[in-house]
C-alpha cells in the first residue's frame, strides 16, 4: 500500500514553490527523484498545472508571501490550492485536499484563521479610514498582499476571493454601482497598515 504521509508533511510546511505545488496536486513527492521536468507543450498534468500557476502568478492573481534564497517566489499551499479549486481547471489530489484542509494546518478552519480573519478585517477598517471609497473588490486585492508585510506574528494567506467573502456589507460606501472615484487606483502603503494590526 502507497504512503502518501509526506502529504501531510508537505502540507503543514509554511511555503511551496510553484514546482513543489505541480507536483504535490499530482501525487508526486518533490524529494523524491526522478523529479520530472516541466515544459511548456508537455501534456503532463504537473507541467499543465505548473505553467497555469506560473501564468496566474504572473498576472497577479497570486501572492507570493516571501523568495527563496535564489529569488524563487514561494507561495502560501493554502492559497495555491484554493485558487486551484476556485478555478477548477486541474485536477487536485483528494488526499493534498484533505491534508491541506484539516484542521492543524495553516488553510483549515483553525483557531489561527479566525484570528488571521479579524486581523484582515482590522486592516480593511484602518484603510477604509484613509480611503473611505475603496470598494471591497479593490480591498480584497490589496489584502491579499498584507501577509507579505506582516513580519512580528506570521499572518496566514488567503485569496482575494476569501477576504472579499468577508468584506463584504462592512465598508463605508454604498451598496450600487462603485464610484469613478472609488474605481482610480489609490497608492496604499501596506508596510504602516501592517505594523497597526
Known amino acids: 500500500m502507497a504512503d502518501y504521509s509526506y502529504l501531510e508533511h508537505w502540507a503543514d510546511k509554511a511555503t511551496w514553490s510553484l514546482e513543489q505545488a505541480a507536483l504535490l496536486v499530482n501525487e508526486i513527492d518533490p524529494d523524491l527523484p526522478p523529479i520530472p521536468t516541466f515544459e511548456p507543450e508537455s501534456a503532463s498534468p504537473a507541467s499543465r498545472v505548473f505553467f497555469w500557476l506560473k501564468k496566474e502568478w504572473q498576472k497577479g492573481t497570486l501572492s507570493s ?10 507561495f502560501s499551499p493554502g492559497t495555491l490550492v484554493r485558487r486551484l479549486v476556485e478555478r477548477g481547471k486541474h485536477t ?21 484563521n479566525r484570528k488571521a480573519k479579524l486581523r484582515f478585517l482590522h486592516a480593511a477598517q484602518l484603510i477604509w479610514e484613509d480611503h473611505p471609497h475603496m470598494t471591497a473588490k479593490k480591498m480584497a486585492e490589496w489584502l491579499e498582499k498584507l501577509p507579505s508585510f506582516v513580519h512580528s506574528d506570521r499572518l496566514p494567506s488567503f485569496s482575494r ?13 454604498a451598496a450600487g454601482r462603485p464610484s469613478e472615484r472609488s474605481q482610480r487606483s489609490a497608492h496604499i502603503d501596506l508596510v504602516s497598515y501592517a505594523k497597526r494590526i
Do not use: F, M, Q, W
Not at 476571493?161 to 460606501?173: E, F, M, V
Open 65 to 74: 508571501v516571501t523568495k527563496s534564497d535564489s529569488g524563487e517566489p514561494l
Open 92 to 112: 487536485i489530489s483528494a488526499r493534498l485536499r484533505k491534508a491541506v484542509e484539516r484542521p492543524e494546518s495553516a488553510p483549515g478552519p483553525s483557531k489561527r
Open 161 to 173: 476571493i476569501t477576504i472579499r467573502k468577508y468584506l463584504i456589507g462592512r465598508g463605508p460606501h
